[in-house]
């Protein structure tokens, strides 16, 4: 039998908002996307009624009736699986439980607190279960979702989308860094002007496998050819000019103690 999803038990009312669609695809993690799944939005009165009913989620998630209610993602994980086809086992996979809370009264959730995996660290989130109903929730402030990305306080939603990009690039260059045979990943504008990728492999490297590898982190924002530096097993890639700046700013929070600037 189909699981109850936490928002059909509750009532809680549902609605898109571009500022969650925005965060969408931003990690290579199930349980970061389910959390900001649109579908997935909380709102209306019977959240509170949860809150009260579970007083050790309630003070585990910080709830504060002063605080907007959208600031609360949570998702109940069967019916989430069951209607999006996604893989149990694997969305489980992302979370890695660190504490176990008491409950302060009988028959209310069972709460863990942890982390999600695959995005960068520090987060939080709480795993919950109780009765027919297991799920996830946190709070934007503990994924990495902040002010940058709040339309409401005036930036714009072109600009929001722009940090989307550098957040996406910054993600996989330390996921690149990570592959076989890669001692480092650098850019550097070239003497007519354009900026590169430079790939330095460690010890003797087949360049075309060297490309593969940066095409499967950068395609879209890199050319369709490379090119030996000399006879170093380096080798560069043109970077797309529309993502420049992008690939700048990610450098510059990787390493914010060698700043490169766009002139």
Not at 130 to 135: A, E, H, R, V
Not at 161 to 170: A, H, K, S
Not at 188 to 215: C, D, M, R
Request: aromatic share 12%; charged share 30%.
């Amino acid at each position: 039998m189909k699981a109850l999803k936490v928002f059909e038990a509750y009532n809680f009312q549902r609605g898109q908002d571009p500022k969650r669609v925005l965060s969408l695809g931003k990690y290579n993690s199930p349980l970061y996307r389910a959390l900001t799944d649109p579908d997935n939005q909380v709102d209306g009165e019977a959240f509170h009624d949860w809150m009260e009913t579970n007083p050790t989620l309630k003070e585990a998630i910080e709830y504060n009736t002063d605080e907007p209610i959208d600031q609360y993602l949570t998702f109940d994980l069967d019916w989430y699986c069951e209607d999006k086809g996604i893989d149990r086992d694997e969305l489980m996979e992302d979370f890695e439980a660190r504490k176990l809370l008491g409950r302060k009264k009988s028959g209310e959730l069972i709460v863990k607190v942890g982390i999600i995996k695959n995005i960068p660290q520090p987060n939080k989130v709480l795993f919950y279960q109780g009765g027919n109903i297991d799920g996830f929730i946190t709070k934007k402030s503990w994924i990495g979702i902040n002010e940058s990305m709040n339309f409401e306080r005036g930036l714009d939603p072109k600009l929001s989308m722009d940090i989307g990009v550098t957040q996406t690039i910054f993600n996989k260059w330390g996921e690149f860094l990570k592959e076989l045979g890669i001692r480092s990943l650098s850019i550097e504008k070239s003497l007519n002007g354009k900026w590169h990728l430079v790939i330095t492999p460690f010890g003797v490297a087949s360049p075309k496998i060297i490309y593969s590898k940066i095409q499967r982190y950068f395609g879209d924002y890199i050319g369709p050819t490379y090119r030996r530096k000399n006879s170093d097993p380096e080798i560069s890639v043109m970077i797309k000019p529309e993502f420049v700046p992008n690939f700048i700013r990610a450098y510059n929070m990787k390493y914010p103690g060698f700043p490169l600037e766009d002139k």
